[in-house]
């Protein structure tokens, strides 16, 4: 079983929730979070819990992942 957690956004509303999923299913989320609780190192530390899951996979297309680290740009 190969478990993984992501931050999800949906952009409308700007919710963001922390999701495992294992094998591409959601099992598991936290949220919703602000983007300053939004921490790519404690990703795999959070309290998560399946309450939310299923509105999570029924609404799937409503959201994008999230970024948890800002692409380097090299200075011009």
Same mark, same amino acid.
Not at 12 to 27: F, H, M, T, Y
Not at 32 to 39: D, F, G, K, Q, Y
Not at 46 to 56: D, E, I, R
């Given at each position: 079983?190969? +478990?993984? !957690?992501?931050? =999800? +956004?949906?952009?409308?509303?700007? %919710?963001?929730? %922390? ?8 099992? %598991?989320? !936290? ?10 190192? %404690?990703?795999? $530390? ?8 299923? =509105? ?6 409503? $959201?994008?992942?999230? *970024?948890?680290?800002? *692409? ?5």
């Amino acid at each position: 079983m190969d +478990v993984e !957690h992501e931050y =999800w +956004v949906e952009p409308e509303i700007g %919710a963001i929730w %922390a999701v495992e999923l294992s094998d591409e299913e959601v099992v %598991a989320c !936290h949220g919703p979070l602000t983007p300053a609780e939004v921490n790519g190192d %404690a990703l795999d $530390f959070l309290q998560y819990s399946p309450v939310g899951v299923t =509105w999570l996979r029924e609404n799937r297309r409503r $959201f994008i992942e999230y *970024p948890t680290e800002v *692409p380097y740009i090299p200075p011009t």
